[in-house]
Nanobody
Framework: QVQLVESGGGLVQAGGSLRLSCAAS????????MGWFRQAPGKERELIAA????????FYQDSVKGRFTISRDVAKNTVYLQMNSLKPEDTAIYYC???????????????WGQGTQVTVSS
């Protein structure tokens, strides 16, 4: 089992920044990749960024490229999502996830955090 705990969500004005953190514990060696999904009301959960533990290879959804940066601290078993130039359409619950490889669908990932709310006001 892998436990994931997110932090860093909140309310921010459009154009502002937030940094989300996800601390992993437990059998973290069983996980090759970490990702961030988000789910807005009435919409499906979507993968927005992912990173591999070993090489740091990253993936970004087109809508966040150039604005969001995913990074990891291997020593701390923590993954970060730096979100800049936030837009109202970024408002959603953000979930941290871990798994064996990147996958666009939620069912491709094994473990999930509880989610953290990000609200961007216009």
């Amino acid at each position: 089992q892998v436990q994931l705990v997110e932090s860093g969500g909140g309310l921010v004005q459009a154009g502002g920044s937030l940094r989300l953190s996800c601390a992993a514990s437990g059998r973290t060696f069983s996980s090759n990749a970490m990702g961030w999904f988000r789910q807005a009301p009435g919409k499906e959960r979507e993968l927005i960024a992912a990173i591999t533990w070993r090489s740091g290879t990253t993936f970004y959804q087109d809508s966040v490229k150039g604005r969001f940066t995913i990074s990891r601290d291997v020593a701390k078993n923590t993954v970060y999502l730096q979100m800049n130039s936030l837009k109202p359409e970024d408002t959603a619950i953000y979930y941290c996830t871990s798994g064996s490889s990147f996958g666009p669908r939620p069912d491709a990932w094994s473990y999930w955090g509880q989610g953290t709310q990000v609200t961007v006001s216009s």
